[in-house]
């Protein structure tokens, strides 16, 4: 039995512990945010955050989040109200919407990190997020508008 918090709920998993934590997430608890791409890391449609730093959970294996703290893109803010999720909505950064969650995910990581990311920052923190699609420009200028919203919200403006 392993026993992890996926988005603040604990879940006790009756699991193979060298399952991937992606089918964990997908097919036991039933969150489908979090996308299989490529199955070996490379794409990054499967970011999560353990214990808020980016994973592959497509290579993580389950048992290595026993006892630890896991958010999918689900679990990221209660209303969507991420300064991302706003971000993204407003600079109609989806076109096909299927790399959006990893991407989301991993620059929140950026943005918890560095509050002022300029673009060598995105593209450096980024670069291993995939769009088949290509919206890179406009995942770009969607950082760039969360990181304002972000300072923004902490600056009570």
Excluded: F
Excluded at 120 to 149: Q, W
Aim: charged share 20%; hydrophobic share 35%; net charge neutral.
């Amino acid at each position: 039995m392993i026993t992890t918090t996926i988005n603040g709920i604990q879940h006790q998993l009756d699991v193979d512990p060298k399952m991937p934590l992606l089918w964990v997430i997908r097919d036991i608890i039933g969150l489908r945010g979090t996308k299989y791409g490529c199955g070996v890391a490379q794409c990054g449609a499967c970011v999560v955050h353990l214990n808020g730093e980016a994973v592959r959970s497509c290579v993580t294996n389950v048992s290595r989040v026993a006892g630890q703290k896991v958010t999918t893109i689900e679990g990221l803010s209660n209303n969507n109200d991420h300064p991302l999720q706003i971000a993204w909505d407003k600079e109609n950064v989806p076109q096909c919407g299927y790399c959006q969650s990893g991407q989301i995910m991993s620059a929140a990581v950026l943005l918890r990190e560095n509050a002022n990311p300029g673009d060598e920052d995105i593209n450096a923190a980024m670069s291993g997020n995939i769009c088949r699609c290509g919206t890179y420009l406009r995942i770009r200028k969607a950082i760039h508008l969360a990181a304002e919203l972000q300072r923004n919200e902490t600056s009570g403006l």
